[in-house]
């Protein structure tokens, strides 16, 4: 078996060499499903990490190549397409898919890193503080952006706060770094990224809150938010019916051995897919990483759901996907 990730190439230049390694993206054009051979997108986040790892260590019988994907719009292309496998992406964002009849299914969440609000203002620390203020977001419509005006919806600041909206997380650190924001939402591991840049340059920046966390306080449930994970094509079910349930023990086994050692993986990381080094390390110092299956924890899954649906049913293609959404392992 052969697992191999597609060689990638850099866009434009970025401000800062951290920043821009986290742009990077698997060049050549998808390869067709075929028995022999699956092709994976990945976000560029954290949570990516572990299911290179799970590819990397895993044997599956067949070549596994990764790419990493840019934008949701990309994403989606791919997956209406037919050219990829398997992917990881928003929980609503394959709901959706899934409620517009596309053959997507959920096999896992993967937490990884939080959302955080970073910021140059010292004296934002939490949710309400940012009345009056402006955020920069990124992906419209989409996660972030929907969870925390949710939020912000529930605390009662919808039209207290305002909200700018670049096209990628890099994008939106890169508006932070230049003074063109004050404060920005970032994921893992562009929030470590800006920081690390920052420090570089001389800029004072500070995480103020996770999304997470203002989310558990609004709620009054500590528990996760399941916000993205693993998906596949019904397709790669029944090309590949060993695969899935492999590569999702691999993303449970990845876990662990990324809490045992953020350095190792965040090196992993760097070789693999990458992304900077030293900023992954820090933002895996930092995580609460662990893998669940979906079907395991769709409670949860249907809360999150519905409390973005509240903003909007389209969201999440107008109902909660049925049962065979959830792929069982």
Known sequence: MTNRAAPPRLGRRHLLTG???????????????????????????????LVARAVDQGTFGLDVELGTWRSLDELRAAIIGGRVDGFTLPTNVAANLHSRGLPVHM???????????????????ALADLQGRRVQLYFKDDLPDVAFRWLLQRAGLSDGVALDHAGSAVETAQLLLAGRAETALLN????????????????????????????????????????????????????????????HDGCVAAADWA???????????AARLGFPADVTARALASAAIRVEGARAVRPQIEAFLQALAELSPALIGGRLPPDDFYVPL
């Open 107 to 125: 096999v896992n969440v993967i937490s990884a890193g939080a959302m955080w609000v970073v910021s140059r203002n010292a004296s934002i620390q």
């Open 188 to 247: 893992e591991p562009a929030a470590s990224a800006a920081l690390i840049a920052a420090e570089a340059a001389g800029i004072t920046l500070h995480r103020a809150f996770t999304l997470q966390g203002a989310w558990a306080e609004l709620t009054g449930d500590p528990t996760p938010l399941p916000m993205a994970g693993l998906a596949v094509r019904e397709a790669t079910l029944a090309l590949h019916p060993s695969f899935v349930p492999a590569l």
């Open 19 to 49: 920043l821009g390694a986290l742009s990077l993206w698997a060049a050549g054009r998808p390869a067709a499903a075929r028995a022999d051979h699956a092709r994976l997108l990945l976000a560029p986040s954290t949570a990516s990490i």
């Open 259 to 269: 809490l045992r050692g953020p350095e190792a993986a965040a090196a992993f990381a």
